[in-house]
């Protein structure tokens, strides 16, 4: 892990048709005035990059990522499967994402990030939407590694909220958590990220719904002089 001080400060929009998610968002990132929240599409937000929750294969078939898909045209999910198939070997695994070209000008990419497996699916019971969340970050800050400044803002929906059943409080609170861990920081891999994450709120289930858990990131071993 390592920690980004030379990076611009990145410009970041919850929106959500969902009120009960924006209301929820609000709760959740009362102590994070910089974070921008408002109620509406994802597509009315003018941003670097939009962050599209997807599943394992990225079929952008339900959900905000069929929204996206009939705004940006169907070559977006060929450039979402194609990066999957060259980074992930076909198979993109929760707590991952892809970062795309949009093919448009606003945005200029697509971020995609798994809370489910399958199209469709129960997550209501997982920690994916944190993993998701946290990934979303991390492709970010590999993004600006190789592009100094390439994105300074990005637009998040409420992970899981739709199809993946997450309660409104449950997914603000574990949103909450991915960004506060991953906005100062970035790790080297995602099997980093997710062992990070995994053993932090393994017990998570045993906390109240509305308790937000603040992950510490693992500290980097002392260097010598």
């Not at 709120?201 to 260097?223: F, G, H, M, W």
Request: proline letters at 6%; charged letters at 20%.
């Amino acid at each position: 892990m390592t920690v980004n001080h030379v990076q611009p400060p990145l410009e970041v929009v919850l929106t959500d048709v969902n009120t009960q998610v924006v209301e929820a968002w609000r709760a959740a990132f009362a102590d994070t005035p910089e974070i921008g929240i408002r109620k509406g599409s994802i597509l009315e937000v003018r941003a670097d990059a939009w962050v599209s929750p997807t599943n394992a294969r990225g079929l952008m078939n339900g959900g905000v990522d069929a929204v996206v898909k009939r705004h940006l045209g169907a070559g977006i999910q060929l450039r979402v499967q194609r990066a999957i198939r060259d980074e992930f070997g076909g198979r993109l695994p929760v707590g991952s994402a892809v970062c795309v070209p949009s093919g448009a000008t606003n945005p200029k990419f697509l971020i995609s990030t798994p809370t489910m497996e399958q199209s469709s699916q129960n997550v209501s019971e997982t920690l994916n939407v944190a993993l998701a969340c946290a990934a979303a970050f991390q492709a970010i800050h590999r993004k600006n590694d190789g592009t100094p400044g390439g994105i300074r803002s990005v637009a998040l929906v409420g992970m899981g909220a739709l199809t993946g059943r997450v309660p409104a409080r449950v997914c603000a609170n574990l949103m909450w958590t991915g960004y506060t861990l991953f906005n100062d920081h970035r790790f080297d891999d995602y099997d980093d990220l997710r062992a990070t994450i995994l053993a932090q709120l393994d017990d998570i289930e045993s906390a109240p719904a509305e308790q937000r858990v603040r992950i510490a990131p693992p500290k980097r071993p002392a260097t010598r002089r």
